[in-house]
T-cell receptor
Framework: DQQVKQNSPSLSVQEGRISILNCDYTNSMFDYFLWYKKYPAEGPTFLIS?????DKNEDGRFTVFLNKSAKHLSLHIVPSQPGDSAVYFC????????????FGKGTRLHILP | DVKVTQSSRYLVKRTGEKVFLECVQD?????MFWYRQDPGLGLRLIYFSYDVKMKEKGDIPEGYSVSREKKERFSLILESASTNQTSMYLC?????????????FGEGSRLTVL
């Protein structure tokens, strides 16, 4: 049973436009959500996170939105740049239960020139 | 600068060989993890450890074992490598139990089993 779902395996966006990556979850105990970015032949790096007490967190060009009622979160990248081409993993955990992080399958983002 | 170091970036082994993947972190983290990444399957947790000499199975432990003799070192062992274990292996550490906070990943070890 997949608790964290990234339904789009890939996404192509024009350079300078907005990239929106989506993630759905099923476990209502999740209270902390993270996005990781991964380049080929490298390990994932932490990008941004959000606690369930918030509905938005912003860091430069990256904003994560959380809709708890819909069990949905999204990562917005504005403006998109060539270096943003990578695989993005959504992840979630139940910090109040000390549970380990659960990852989605990832979305490959291609930024087109 | 925090660092997780995996001993081998690329390995090629034959079916039936014993394989050791080493991971060392310099952040004094108690929690360490081994994942494998395969296209379309994302990151899957193999084993994790919250303390020295302690280990717990993740989601896909079959065919693997681990060793944590020192806090900074977490080794993944393939007792008898098989072709379906060809994958990218990622080690991570975290200051938070369960890795519920940020995970710090190594650069990965690409293993090919022939």
């Amino acid at each position: 049973d997949q608790q964290v779902k990234q339904n789009s395996p890939s996404l192509s966006v024009q350079e300078g436009r907005i990239s929106i990556l989506n993630c759905d979850y099923t476990n209502s105990m999740f209270d902390y959500f993270l996005w990781y970015k991964k380049y080929p032949a490298e390990g994932p790096t932490f990008l941004i996170s959000i606690s369930s007490i918030k509905d938005k967190n912003e860091d430069g060009r990256f904003t994560v939105f959380l809709n708890k009622s819909a069990k949905h979160l999204s990562l917005h990248i504005v403006p998109s740049q060539p270096g943003d081409s990578a695989v993005y993993f959504c992840a979630a955990s139940a910090r109040n239960r000390d549970d380990k992080i659960i990852f989605g399958k990832g979305t490959r983002l291609h930024i087109l020139p | 600068d925090v660092k997780v170091t995996q001993s081998s970036r690329y390995l090629v082994k034959r079916t039936g060989e014993k394989v050791f993947l080493e991971c060392v972190q310099d952040m004094d983290h108690e929690n360490m993890f081994w994942y494998r990444q395969d296209p379309g399957l994302g990151l899957r947790l193999i084993y994790f450890s919250y303390d020295v000499k302690m280990k717990e199975k993740g989601d896909i432990p079959e065919g693997y074992s681990v060793s944590r003799e020192k806090k900074e070192r977490f080794s993944l062992i393939l007792e008898s490598a098989s072709t379906n274990q060809t994958s990218m292996y990622l080690c991570a550490s975290s200051p938070d139990r369960g890795g519920t906070g940020e995970l710090f990943f190594g650069e990965g070890s690409r293993l090919t089993v022939l």
